[in-house]
């Protein structure tokens, strides 16, 4: 299939997590067969912060406006076998106009961040990215969240077939790896930072380094304000790259995951980073959403931590049984969320979809990998 993405950002993973997520998921994509072409807007932010200077065996550009780069834009998605945008996508708008107006055989909408869709729409807010009619015109929309997500998708924006495509890993990327001083601790706690995860990042992981002084604390990510309420024994990495995750889960003994409240309240949305770090061998400790036990067996493969208590216990524990629940993880995760798993279920997603529209999607040569637009760099 030839497919074609207008998505957030693939160049630059600062301060998102979009980034990584299609790096792994275009690359499985390609090497699968498929031909993929992303377009990302030029971002200021991100230009100054970008980590990817190409994708192999996948084709980006990355334009400067949307009247620059329609015509390429147009010829692309002409030409497609599937047609896609997303959620955060700057263009989300009349990248969809575009799509569901053109020859692609299939149009898709993908909401990676659907807890935050329809929480907004509850709350009476304004969701740049979904198009003025809904979700009724695409023939596909995938959600990064399952459960009763699919259902409120089709309820409140009118989706007319859903499907989840849940976070991943690319072993590649994320795997063992030897510890670095810099980045030692016994918990550590990766993520941009976000008003609605304050609340519990100050339980379970705030509250814990004060009732513990000996122990270390390293935090990192990227937009933390200068008020966060930071201690002595908490260590502070800003931004990393995907390239350091791994030394950095491998330098603690445990590592925490913090979800969004928006994402704990709807369930059955995980962290990409649970499966970055269970890809690593790190133990994984996290809060409690519906549906976690669906992903991770708690007690066998993921702690959970309801409370500052429930973080020192865990802390408490030996280190053999540590890396027994670590190994438990990492069996799963390399059985079941690479990023080579979730593109057979997008292209079973797909031709399913197909099948009911009466569209045949035939294979395509992949083309040959280009680095950025030079229109937008």
Not at 28 to 42: C, T, Y
Not at 327 to 354: C, F, G, I, P
């Amino acid at each position: 299939m030839k497919i074609v993405i207008f998505g957030l950002t693939v160049t630059s993973s600062w301060g998102n997590g979009h980034a990584t997520l299609w790096r792994g998921l275009c690359k499985s994509l390609a090497r699968r067969g498929h031909s993929v072409v992303f377009f990302e807007r030029h971002v200021s932010y991100y230009a100054s912060q970008r980590d990817l200077p190409h994708l192999p065996g996948c084709w980006l550009d990355v334009y400067g406006d949307w009247e620059e780069v329609l015509p390429r834009a147009r010829e692309e998605v002409n030409s497609a076998d599937v047609a896609m945008t997303t959620s955060y996508c700057p263009d989300a708008v009349v990248a969809s106009d575009l799509i569901l107006n053109s020859r692609a055989a299939l149009k898709v909408f993908y909401d990676l961040d659907t807890p935050i869709t329809l929480s907004r729409l509850a709350a009476g807010e304004d969701v740049f990215y979904v198009p003025p009619r809904g979700l009724k015109d695409f023939d596909l929309v995938l959600s990064y969240t399952g459960g009763a997500a699919l259902t409120a998708l089709q309820d409140r924006l009118g989706a007319r077939r859903v499907a989840p495509l849940y976070g991943h890993v690319d072993p590649q990327v994320h795997h063992p790896v030897a510890p670095q001083s810099a980045y030692r601790g016994d918990l550590s706690y990766l993520g941009t930072y976000a008003a609605d995860r304050q609340a519990a990042l100050e339980a379970l992981f705030i509250e814990p380094a004060r009732r513990l002084p000996e122990r270390r604390f390293v935090i990192g990510g990227a937009q933390y304000p200068a008020d966060f309420p930071w201690a002595k024994n908490i260590l502070f990495v800003r931004h990393m790259p995907p390239s350091e995750h791994p030394a950095f889960f491998c330098s603690s003994r445990l590592t925490l995951s913090v979800t969004r409240r928006g994402m704990a309240d709807m369930g059955h949305c995980p962290s990409g980073r649970l499966f970055e770090a269970a890809a690593c061998g790190c133990p994984l400790l996290s809060d409690y959403w519906e549906g976690l036990e669906s992903f991770y067996e708690p007690g066998r493969e993921i702690l959970i931590a309801r409370t500052p208590g429930d973080v020192t216990a865990a802390l408490e524990l030996s280190d053999a049984e540590l890396s027994r629940i670590a190994s438990a993880a990492r069996e799963r995760t390399l059985s079941q969320y690479t990023s080579e798993r979730r593109a057979a279920d997008l292209e079973k997603a797909l031709e399913e979809v197909a099948n009911e529209c009466g569209v045949r999607l035939p294979n395509a040569v992949p083309r040959t990998g280009k680095a950025l637009s030079t229109s937008a760099v």
